[in-house]
């Protein structure tokens, strides 16, 4: 039973990783291609922002991941927040509306659903990620508060 927490625990760990990390392939679609008139329209501020997560996953006691908080440059060409790359994974369908963002993440051994609404210096998102883990269908949630709080670092 020990080993099943840790395999848990460290599952819990890759999906806040690949969530909050972004993907380093190439994207398809980005929101200010696909539609450059709503990039005026995101109420967002340009910088660096501090993004706290809380993921919540089946079968993981309540309270055991404990919220983890990171920073990350975010541009008006560019709303899905993230940490860091990624290999191994694609983002695709990054649509905007109104101030909303939503995209899609496929990765070798999950896929996820992400949405953030912003409110200037603030957002709120989820993610949803589903994954394979010993043979079974996993999903985990994540929850985002972000919120701005300065020029990115050059």
């Not at 191994?88 to 992400?114: H, Q």
Request: with cysteine.
């Amino acid at each position: 039973m020990r080993r099943g927490k840790y395999s848990l625990l460290l599952l819990a760990l890759l999906v806040v990783g690949m969530i909050a990390g972004g993907c380093g392939k190439k994207q398809e679609g980005t929101a200010p291609a696909e539609k450059p008139t709503a990039m005026k329209g995101v109420n967002m501020q340009e910088g660096k922002w501090e993004i706290t997560s809380t993921v919540e996953m089946e079968g993981m006691p309540a309270g055991m991941m404990k919220p983890h908080t990171v920073t990350t440059c975010l541009k008006k060409n560019d709303y899905v927040p993230k940490e860091q790359e990624q290999k191994d994974c694609t983002m695709k369908d990054v649509k905007v509306d109104g101030n909303t963002v939503t995209w899609e993440i496929v990765c070798k051994d999950s896929s996820g659903k992400g949405t953030v609404t912003y409110a200037g210096s603030t957002f709120d998102g989820t993610m949803l990620t589903m994954m394979k883990q010993d043979g079974k269908d996993m999903t985990a949630k994540m929850t985002m508060k972000g919120k701005h709080i300065g020029p990115c670092d050059k």
